[in-house]
């Protein structure tokens, strides 16, 4: 079969830690980009232009441990090419961890069931230093159980305006989140909340509250009366973006994507390894 005439659709599994990067998405007047980055990468192995689509975009500074793409390739390479060797042309923040050979129906984004997002904050009265850019640092003591319990109040199907940025391009409000957990593990406080699909700074927003919840400042029953104020104004400041991981996206079994939690490669972010395996 020559190139020409060849077409595959391809999927991958990414990792990359966003510290450094404009975001995801590839934009002139924003580099260097994830997107960007990659899609370099995959055009040289290809040897001819390469465009991909994910499973879901994340801003400036945000890291993923299993990110999904899509392309569509014209030529025909090996296992190897797409990884080891799409690997060899990338920067050392950015990895594939897996390749899927697809059917045309799959599509990285709009395919997917679910998404799945971790935030990390390290809880110590002293900022870190050796991964300050892998997690969000609140030095005053969380109560992550009280976090747990005021963020029940988003479980399922409601109106997030109250936790959208004000850019967000999103035609409607509406998410339904699946699960909304709050661990420790030493002095790291991890916000594990899945859902069909997210807003724009949703989960930084709903860490922000619960971080406020957490520390004492608000109750238990204030995140839900922010919820039904529908009104991003009286909910409490976007946390920053370097403690947020994209860690799973669900898709239906016919396409055989592994799921995050398949994946055992380690984490930049050392410290914090045992939390995303």
Not at 14 to 42: D, N, V
Not at 109 to 134: C, E, H, K, Q, W
Not at 264 to 274: E, K, Q, R
């Amino acid at each position: 079969m020559s190139d020409q005439t060849y077409v595959e659709r391809i999927a991958l599994g990414i990792e990359y830690f966003g510290h450094g990067f404009k975001g995801w998405q590839r934009q002139p007047s924003a580099k260097p980009s994830i997107q960007e980055e990659l899609e370099k990468a995959l055009s040289k192995i290809a040897n001819s232009p390469i465009e991909i689509v994910c499973a879901g975009r994340t801003d400036a500074g945000v890291h993923a441990t299993h990110q999904v793409v899509h392309f569509d390739s014209p030529v025909e390479r090996n296992d190897n090419s797409w990884t080891r060797g799409v690997n060899s042309q990338l920067p050392d923040q950015i990895g594939v961890r897996w390749i899927r050979r697809v059917n045309s129906e799959f599509h990285a984004r709009f395919s997917a069931t679910a998404r799945r997002y971790r935030y990390v904050i390290d809880n110590s009265p002293v900022m870190p230093v050796i991964y300050r850019n892998g997690v969000t640092w609140h030095y005053s003591p969380l109560n992550e159980s009280l976090m747990e319990q005021a963020g029940q109040a988003l479980i399922g199907e409601h109106d997030f305006t109250s936790f959208r940025a004000k850019e967000c391009q999103s035609h409607t409000p509406m998410r339904n989140i699946h699960h909304l957990m709050v661990r420790r593990m030493g002095n790291l406080v991890v916000i594990d909340v899945k859902a069909n699909a997210f807003l724009h700074h949703m989960i930084r927003n709903i860490a922000g509250v619960l971080c406020e919840v957490g520390d004492g400042r608000k109750s238990v029953d204030w995140v839900a009366q922010v919820l039904e104020q529908k009104d991003r104004s009286k909910a409490s400041v976007t946390a920053p973006p370097h403690g947020l991981y994209f860690v799973d996206v669900d898709y239906p079994k016919r396409f055989s994507i592994p799921s995050g939690g398949e994946q055992l490669g380690p984490l930049i972010v050392s410290p914090a390894n045992h939390l995303f395996l």
